[in-house]
């Protein structure tokens, strides 16, 4: 028998029940010498840990770090993946078993995270125009349509022809073309090493070139490229699930729905359909949707005769999901169903809609077998979390000011910044907030646990360093945004490693030394002052990082604000905390800023610039009053300016100075200027500015408010109280405002139409 007659290829849809069973039966009527299985090669070593007893999914994850890169792939397996069903046919058979692709780490899958994400991208033309000939709604219908329900005799030859259609269509680009000459030297391989038939198991799309090139080459055995010089590569076995596997959750394998194709290939379409109708079912019921048993019998009954209008002989996937969405839903729907293309669940889908895809998706999650080799982290984080008392699900309470709190602390901030699952902060110190010293976490039992910490094993052996290397990669994708790494200069705190990241000081300083933006700057300066004057908390005492941070924030917001012109318009939150940072800086570590006199008087030339938009120049007169340089009255209310702009000035005048405007209060000062401010209104003018002085009082609470109305009503004589002025009522101030306004124009249109007459003639 010639080599070519001894090549079975057989080109499969990755995660195709039909396709599984095809391979399967090839195996075991051919009982080969070898099967050769699209994988990663350099796994070859390790396939004993694929024969141990998993509960599937499970995924072939494949890492590779370089300086500043981590790549990251998955190789995963279902009960009914193709390649998963050769692996377990071949060792039954005992034949010799190689997967035969390039390593994870090869250019060639750069840009990809699944290895088995399907080509059909490169193919749609054809696929577009099939789905037209046979009225179907896109490739996954047209694959059920073909493949999945269609009669099972001649599967074989009808996969053939529809790869070597798509592939006769679509051009192979360089990664497809390293992929396949390296798959084909093992198939010449493995046909001069062995005497009997060779069974090779691949996705489709690469079927027709690897019979090509079967017998064109060499035939000794490639050799697995060696991985990037100086490149840290990797790989473990990770539990899987099924929301990962599915289309609908943006995973692009070609099969969506893994629940459903999971049922059909342990028990056939009909009793799939069947089991599936009953779950929908329970899964509505249990969200308060009305299914009856009518809406069961005429969904069953669409389902059926959807089949066969269609040619099936049993429903399919696409039939189930058309039937139910018939019997259950009446609304007119805003979009079309999400079966009638590729892609995840938009906002906006119909509740019913939902339900009934996240019962075909299904909640399965892999598990691996206890002896299944695991990165050193995994047993690190297991060790640690046991010693502080963090195994178990439950509600924590951090006191950082505990050496054995903050350690808890420090812990679990590692696992959030490794994005492991199950440990969620409630509460505590947080960037651009005032410091607390506790923490409230919520521990919870979580399935994708154990599959986060082995990935997360890339980066580091132990807790500390794999969160470090997050940091630090982190830091080099920034690239520049000082938002971006002011949160990873307190994230670093928070994780316990603020004096171990040596990059982060210099790329902050950078950053802030190019930043155009007021409001990034000052977030930055309120990160580090929060750092450096916590320095017990974070234990960033002594570190010269922040000082420097502090000191280069504090020039450059003052240059920024000293050189922003812009027009009336709200308050800006973000300068105006930027302020609020400078000043703090300049009160609380005088040593590394300006000192207090030349800041002041930059602040008060903010203030008289006319330029400067309204809340800056309040900002900069407060920045000046904290500083020790109060506004004169009559400056105030200069500075204030149009009516219209009030709001806005004061907004920045109390968010930087609320404490000393509520101290002068009893004085006059400010207030009062206000006050005669707003007494000299018009009532057009009031009505313009209330908005924004409503909003510019909201920086004081409510008992500091009181205090201001009480002298504010002293000061006019006027009777009652000013917690009077402060009552809730059940219009909105700012409406009752706006309905006054409008009647005032009612009324002004009638008087110069001379209608008030006639109005109150019929009155």
């Not at 079927?207 to 010089?229: I, K, N, S, T, Y």
């Not at 440990?423 to 907030?433: C, I």
Request: charged letters at 25%; one cysteine or more; a negative charge.
């Amino acid at each position: 028998m010639s080599s070519r007659d001894r090549l079975h290829i057989l080109g499969v849809r990755h995660h195709s029940p039909a396709c599984a069973r095809l391979v399967a039966d090839t195996v075991e009527r051919l009982r080969p010498a070898a099967v050769l299985i699209e994988g990663p090669a350099d796994f070859n070593d390790r396939l004993d840990e694929l024969a141990l007893d998993h509960a599937l999914p499970v995924a072939i994850y494949s890492y590779t770090g370089t300086e500043g890169d981590m790549r990251r792939t998955w190789t995963p397996f279902c009960d009914y993946s193709p390649e998963w069903i050769a692996l377990a046919a071949a060792r039954r058979a005992g034949a010799e078993v190689r997967f035969i692709d390039l390593p994870a780490w090869h250019d060639a899958f750069a840009g990809i995270e699944n290895r088995y994400s399907d080509a059909e991208r490169r193919y749609g033309e054809a696929t577009e125009r099939l789905c037209r000939e046979l009225a179907v709604d896109n490739s996954d219908a047209l694959w059920d349509h073909l493949v999945e329900v269609a009669d099972p005799d001649g599967l074989a030859e009808r996969l053939d022809a529809y790869f070597e259609l798509l592939r006769g269509e679509a051009a192979a680009d360089e990664a497809d073309t390293e992929r396949e000459t390296h798959m084909a030297a093992w198939i010449r391989a493995a046909l001069a090493e062995t005497d009997g038939p060779v069974v090779v198991v691949c996705g489709g799309f690469h079927a027709p070139a690897l019979r090509r090139l079967a017998d064109r080459g060499p035939a000794d055995r490639p050799a697995v490229p060696l991985p990037p010089e100086g490149a840290e590569v990797g790989g473990f076995l990770v539990p899987y699930s099924f929301k990962r596997l599915d289309a609908f959750a943006g995973y692009q394998s070609g099969m969506p729905s893994p629940e459903y194709y999971q049922r059909l290939w342990e028990d056939g379409p009909q009793a799939a359909a069947d089991a599936l109708v009953e779950l929908i079912a329970t899964r509505l019921r249990g969200r308060d949707q009305i299914v009856s048993t009518s809406d069961l019998i005429g969904a069953r009954a669409l389902t059926d005769g959807l089949a066969r209008l269609r040619g099936h002989d049993r429903p399919g996937r696409t039939d189930l999901l058309d039937g139910l969405a018939g019997a259950l839903i009446s609304d007119d729907l805003e979009q079309p169903l999400p079966w009638t293309r590729r892609g995840t669940l938009t906002p906006g889908t119909h509740p019913v809609v939902v339900e009934m895809t996240a019962a075909l998706t299904g909640a399965r999650v892999g598990r691996l077998h206890p002896d299944t080799p695991a990165p050193p982290l995994v047993a690190d984080v297991e060790a640690a979390l046991e010693r502080l008392g963090l195994d178990s699900p439950g509600a924590v309470r951090i006191d950082l000011t505990d050496p054995l709190d903050l350690e808890r602390s420090r812990a679990m901030h590692c696992l959030s910044m490794l994005a492991v699952p199950g440990f969620s902060r409630e509460e505590g110190p947080a960037e651009g907030m005032e410091v607390t010293a506790s923490e409230q976490w919520e521990i919870r039992d979580h399935d994708g646990r154990r599959s986060a910490l082995i990935e997360a094993g890339a980066y580091g052996a132990t807790l500390g360093d794999a969160a470090q290397n997050v940091l630090e990669r982190r830091i080099g994708g920034a690239d520049g945004d000082l938002e971006a790494l002011a949160a990873n200069l307190f994230g670093a705190a928070l994780c316990g490693r603020a004096r171990l990241t040596d990059r982060l000081g210099p790329a902050v300083e950078a950053a802030v030394a190019a930043s155009p933006e007021l409001a990034a700057v000052g977030k930055a300066l309120a990160v580090a002052l929060a750092l450096w004057r916590h320095d017990h908390l974070f234990g960033t005492a002594g570190s010269d990082l922040y000082a420097a941070v502090i000191g280069r924030c504090t020039d450059r917001a003052l240059w920024l604000a000293e050189g922003l012109h812009a027009g009336p318009g709200p308050a800006h939150a973000g300068r105006l905390e930027a302020l609020c940072a400078v000043r703090d800086a300049v009160r609380h570590v005088p040593h590394l800023t300006p000192p207090a006199g030349s800041v002041a008087d930059t602040g008060r030339r903010i203030a008289r610039d006319g330029q400067a938009p309204p809340d800056l120049r309040g900002a900069a007169a407060g920045l000046a009053w904290s500083l020790g340089a109060p506004p004169e009255a009559d400056e105030a209310a200069a500075s204030a300016g149009a009516p219209g702009r009030l709001g806005d000035w004061l907004a920045g005048l109390f968010a930087v100075a609320r404490e000393e405007v509520l101290a002068e209060a009893d004085d006059g000062g400010v207030v009062a200027a206000v006050d005669e401010l707003v007494g000299d209104m018009s009532e057009s003018e009031f009505l313009e500015a209330l908005p924004a002085l409503r909003q510019a009082f909201g920086h004081f609470p409510p008992r500091e408010r009181a205090q201001i109305a009480e002298r504010v009503v002293e000061r006019r004589g006027a009777p009652g109280s000013g917690r009077d002025l402060l009552a809730r009522h059940d219009v909105d101030p700012v409406v009752q405002a706006a309905s006054h306004a409008l009647e005032a124009r009612v009324d002004t249109v009638l008087e110069r139409e001379h209608l008030f007459a006639a109005t109150e003639e019929r009155q």
